[in-house]
């Protein structure tokens, strides 16, 4: 599978919503997609998994939606801290598991 | 406190080799699967083997088949990630991570990751 991310860049304010999109060269099976937050010098955090499961500890302000083949991450009012370059992954049990290119969400 | 820690990088000759491990701490090791990630500089992530819970079964990334071999003790608690043959473009930081709970998952914990570089 290959997992297209667009934009590639996405420049938005603080407080303003941001919607970053996931696409599949083929179905997800059971929606085995994840994403991921990564901030510069750091490891990348665990957001959502299943496509809409947020995972332990992340904001409600961060939402999945999506199945098959389209996924979009939602982030519904932009934090400072949330600036940072965002990836998809999709999980089913056979590899490889792969990532989206990642998209950089940068302060206008 | 649940952490991954990462040792064993460095500089290694194109052509060498190198062995990463992985310390984990906090949970029961044996019952996840585990991975390494890499990250070449300024590029994304890109996904590179998993070992299930006792060992028995692993992958490789096609770019590594051959050249990596990824493996566990669970008595210790760590993981590894032997590289051999290694080429300019394997230089990147590795970070390992924790799958599923006895099976796949999402990568829900990382190490804070080790960069490996390897020179001509």
């Known amino acids: 599978i290959v997992l297209t991310q667009s934009p590639g860049t996405l420049s938005l304010s603080p407080g303003e919503r941001a919607s970053l999109s996931c696409r599949a060269s083929?179905?997800?099976?059971?929606?085995?997609l994840a994403w991921y937050q990564q901030k510069p010098g750091q490891a990348p955090r665990l957001l959502i998994y299943?496509?809409?499961t947020r995972a332990t500890g992340i904001p409600d302000r961060f939402s999945g939606t999506g199945s098959g083949t389209d996924f979009t991450l939602t982030i519904s009012r932009l934090e400072p801290e949330d600036f940072a370059v965002y990836y998809c992954?999709?999980?089913?049990?056979?590899?490889?598991?792969?990532f989206g290119q990642g998209t950089k969400l940068e302060i206008k | 406190e649940v952490q991954l820690v990462e040792s064993g990088g460095g500089l290694a000759q194109s052509g060498g080799s190198l062995r990463l491990s992985c310390a984990a701490s906090?949970?029961?090791?044996?019952?996840?699967?585990m991975h390494w990630v890499r990250q070449a500089p300024g590029k994304g992530l890109m996904w590179v083997s998993r070992?299930?819970?006792?060992?028995?079964?692993?992958a490789y990334a096609d770019s590594v088949e051959g050249r990596f071999t990824i493996s566990r003790d669970n008595a210790k608690g760590t993981l590894y990630l032997q590289l051999n043959s290694l080429r300019v473009e394997d230089t990147a930081v590795y970070f390992c991570?924790?799958?599923?709970?006895?099976?796949?998952?999402?990568?829900?914990?990382w190490g804070p990751g080790i960069l490996v570089t390897v020179s001509s």
């Open positions: 992954q999709e999980y089913d049990i056979s590899p490889p598991y792969t």
């Open positions: 991570s924790r799958g599923g709970y006895f099976s796949f998952g999402p990568l829900d914990l």
């Open positions: 299943g496509a809409s």
């Open positions: 906090g949970f029961i090791f044996n019952t996840h699967w």
């Open positions: 070992i299930n819970g006792d060992g028995s079964n692993a």
């Open positions: 083929e179905t997800v099976s059971n929606n085995y």
